[in-house]
């Protein structure tokens, strides 16, 4: 069964930047689409980027083109989102998550998400 952990939230003021980490355990997770989303308070859970297994398609919640990046380390079964210029409205809890399909990409929904790791906390001060 998959397990995703992540690390690497907290504080950091507006502009700096934070690299979020996701370990996975269970699975290899080099055949698995991967994505990270994010719930602020009262808010729906959105899908900051999503990619296929393969990585030849990648889909990235406007707000955040050009500023977040997410990668993988297939080695270390890690996925990873290096988010710079960081900005007050990025404030929300982080998830990584982690399916078998490539298809489900596309929309970058969480309700397509199979595996989920919990939350972490990124604050971002003004």
């Known amino acids: 069964q998959l397990q995703l952990v992540p690390s690497g939230g907290g504080l950091v003021q507006s502009g700096g930047s934070l690299r979020l980490s996701c370990v996975a355990s269970?699975?290899?997770?080099?055949?698995?689409?991967i994505g990270w989303f994010r719930q602020a308070p009262g808010k729906e859970r959105e899908g900051v980027v999503c990619r296929t297994s393969s990585g030849d398609f990648t889909k990235y919640l406007d707000s955040v083109k050009g500023r977040f990046t997410i990668s993988r380390d297939n080695a270390k079964n890690t996925i990873y989102l290096q988010m710079d210029s960081l900005k007050p409205e990025d404030t929300a809890v982080y998830y990584c998550?982690?399916?078998?399909?490539?298809?489900?990409?596309?929309?970058?929904?969480?309700?397509?998400?199979?595996?989920w790791g919990q939350g972490t906390q990124v604050t971002v001060s003004s």
């Open positions: 998550a982690a399916d078998p399909w490539n298809s489900i990409v596309r929309k970058c929904w969480a309700t397509d998400f199979q595996s």
């Open positions: 269970g699975v290899n997770l080099e055949h698995y689409s």
